[in-house]
């Protein structure tokens, strides 16, 4: 049973435009989440986090929304820039359990100029 | 000196070999993970040491172990690995009891041939 879904496994923006990832949750214990991003062959770097008593956190050109009723948050990216091309993962967290991450499947991102 | 460093960041052996992966972290951070991905799969936790001690092993098979000497330092121990364990294996560290995310190391990826 996956508790944290990426369902789009790709996304194609144009340069300059917004993108928007989305993720989904089942576990209502999940109280921090993250976004992280890959390159190939290297591990995940963090990208932006939100608790669950907050419904957005911003940092430049990023922004992670969370809908806690819906069990869904999204991460925009505004404005898209070719470098923002990688795979982005959802992570959710349970911050009294260990600490560990579960971890949606990745949606690619490709930003073209 | 990055925050947490794998080695080898490549690795292929036969399915009779021994071999370690290593991950040092030089965070201070108390929690250290060790993390599968396959292709097209999410992130899959495998171990998590909480101060040293191994609080989650993931139903993971016993041709994989781990040892935690120390808060800085994870290695996991392979032997009669199968081809299907092939993928790239992720270390991570963070600091339990915040709200903070987990830093990951470059990964190593494994062929088992």
């Known amino acids: 049973d996956q508790q944290v879904k990426q369902n789009s496994p790709s996304l194609s923006v144009q340069e300059g435009r917004i993108s928007i990832l989305n993720c989904d949750y089942t576990?209502?214990?999940?109280?921090?989440f993250l976004w992280y991003k890959k390159y190939p062959a290297e591990g995940p770097t963090f990208l932006i986090s939100?608790?669950?008593?907050?419904d957005k956190n911003e940092d430049g050109r990023f922004t992670v929304f969370l809908n806690k009723s819906a069990k869904h948050l999204s991460l925009h990216i505004v404005p898209s820039q070719p470098g923002d091309s990688a795979v982005y993962f959802c992570?959710?967290?349970?911050?009294?359990?260990?600490?560990?991450?579960?971890f949606g499947q990745g949606t690619t991102l490709q930003v073209k100029p | 000196e990055t925050g947490v460093t794998q080695t080898p960041r490549h690795l292929v052996m036969g399915m009779t070999n021994k071999k370690s992966l290593k991950c040092e972290q030089h965070?201070?951070?108390?929690?250290m993970y060790w993390y599968k991905q396959s292709a097209k799969k999410p992130l899959e936790l495998m171990f998590v040491y909480n101060f040293k001690e191994q609080t989650e092993n993931n139903s993971v098979p016993s041709r994989f172990s781990p040892e935690c000497p120390n808060s800085s330092h994870l290695f996991l121990h392979l032997h009669t690995l199968q081809p299907e364990d092939s993928a790239l294996y992720l270390c991570a560290s963070s600091q339990v009891g915040q709200n903070t995310e987990a830093f990951f190391g470059q990964g190593t990826r494994l062929t088992v041939v």
């Open positions: 965070l201070g951070h108390n929690a």
């Open positions: 576990n209502s214990m999940f109280d921090y």
């Open positions: 992570a959710a967290l349970r911050s009294s359990n260990t600490g560990k991450l579960i």
């Open positions: 939100i608790s669950s008593i907050k």
